[in-house]
Nanobody, 128 residues
Framework: DVQLVESGGGSVQAGGSLRLSCSFSGAIAGSPFVSWFRQAPGKEREGVAAMYGGGNPMSPLTTYADSVKGRFTISLDIAESKVYLQMNSLKFEDTAMYYC??????????????????WGHGTQVTVS
């Protein structure tokens, strides 16, 4: 079974940076993806960034929500079994619980909540 544990959340001022980490264990058969989602109070969970886990590590296949393009970067360290989300130029509207997710899915569904089988418990990010 796949297990995911997030860390690295916290409070930061607008314009600042944070790096979230997701430690994972287990293997995913088929077309593996790892991703980050977020959920703000009163809002639906939304996809932030996703990466295809089976591609060329020198040119990873990634996708981002329009709201974070150019500010957030997802990366995968297979040797360390970690997925990272580097968040720069943080805005108040980035405040949310951030979740790591993994699963076997198709590329067009990479930022869809229902596509993922495995989830972490989340880490809170607060931007003031």
């Amino acid at each position: 079974d796949v297990q995911l544990v997030e860390s690295g959340g916290g409070s930061v001022q607008a314009g600042g940076s944070l790096r979230l980490s997701c430690s994972f264990s287990g293997a995913i058969a088929g077309s593996p993806f790892v991703s980050w989602f977020r959920q703000a109070p009163g809002k639906e969970r939304e996809g932030v960034a996703a990466m295809y886990g089976g591609g060329n590590p020198m040119s990873p296949l990634t996708t981002y929500a329009d709201s974070v393009k150019g500010r957030f970067t997802i990366s995968l360290d297979i040797a360390e079994s970690k997925v990272y989300l580097q968040m720069n130029s943080l805005k108040f509207e980035d405040t949310a619980m951030y979740y790591c997710a993994a699963g076997a899915l198709r590329w067009p569904d990479a930022l869809k909540v229902d596509s993922y089988q495995y989830w972490g418990h989340g880490t809170q990010v607060t931007v003031s």
